[in-house]
Antibody, heavy 125, light 108 residues
Framework: EVQLVESGGGLVQPGGSLRLSCAAS????????MNWVRQAPGKGLEWVAN????????YYVDSVKGRFTISRDNAKNSLYLQMNSLRAEDTAVYYC??????????????????WGKGTTVTVSS | EIVLTQSPGTLSLSPGERVTLSCRAS???????LAWYQQKPGQAPRLLIY???IRATGIPDRISGSGSGTDFTLTISRLEPEDFAVYYC?????????FGQGTKLEIK
């Protein structure tokens, strides 16, 4: 079964750090771009960051640049998000998601087709 | 950054009705890079449509997508009870990837 399982969430004080993990199974992890997406309480989805198959390219939303670092360990089939200098506005459910880039009939199609159940991060004193 | 604006914010409808949801982009997005997701309370999003009009695996044919450039739509031809949820569009045309703010379908 194709699966993503996040862990590492919790309660942290403003300015603190947290490291999220995402364990992948049921597919060839090293063949896919991977993403973190978050959802603040009662709000919509916000893309946070993504990373290329070999870790050689990483992209971030402006609000987390310089504070969050996405990484991966293909030998362990795992994705990570190191979050530093946390703020109250980082409070959210964090999802990891597989990004598929399919090439069909001369077009590339991009989409997130596998999602974990999420892990909750609460930043509060 | 490409801003996606979804409308309406909330729709109150009855099972069996037809609904069309709108997603408008602040600049042109290739259809190949436009996806739709469904999210129910307490659950992760689920991919419905990619490439603006291609149904993901297991998605029933009452759900369809269309559009190009800056205007995209998701249509559900006959609402079933399980369709009442929040729907998001997302673009992959440029980084940062962005989502629309969502449209909530609620039972009338």
């Amino acid at each position: 079964e194709v699966q993503l399982v996040e862990s590492g969430g919790g309660l942290v004080q403003p300015g603190g750090s947290l490291r999220l993990s995402c364990a992948a199974s049921g597919f060839t992890f090293s063949s896919y771009w991977m993403n973190w997406v978050r959802q603040a309480p009662g709000k919509g989805l916000e893309w946070v960051a993504n990373i290329k198959q070999d870790g050689g390219e990483k992209y971030y939303v402006d609000s987390v640049k310089g504070r969050f670092t996405i990484s991966r360990d293909n030998a362990k089939n795992s994705l990570y998000l190191q979050m530093n200098s946390l703020r109250a506005e980082d409070t959210a459910v964090y999802y990891c998601a597989r990004e598929t880039r399919a090439y069909t009939y001369y077009y590339y199609y991009y989409y997130m087709d596998v999602w974990g159940k999420g892990t909750t991060v609460t930043v509060s004193s | 950054e490409i801003v996606l604006t979804q409308s309406p914010g909330t729709l109150s409808l009855s099972p069996g009705e037809r609904v069309t949801l709108s997603c408008r982009a602040s600049q042109s997005v290739s259809s190949s890079y436009l996806a739709w997701y469904q999210q129910k309370p307490g659950q992760a999003p689920r991919l419905l449509i990619y490439g603006a009009s291609i149904r993901a695996t297991g998605i029933p044919d009452r759900i369809s997508g269309s559009g190009s450039g800056t205007d995209f739509t998701l249509t559900i031809s006959r609402l079933e009870p399980e369709d009442f949820a929040v729907y998001y569009c997302q673009q992959f045309g440029s980084s940062p990837y962005t989502f629309g703010q969502g449209t909530k379908l609620e039972i009338k």
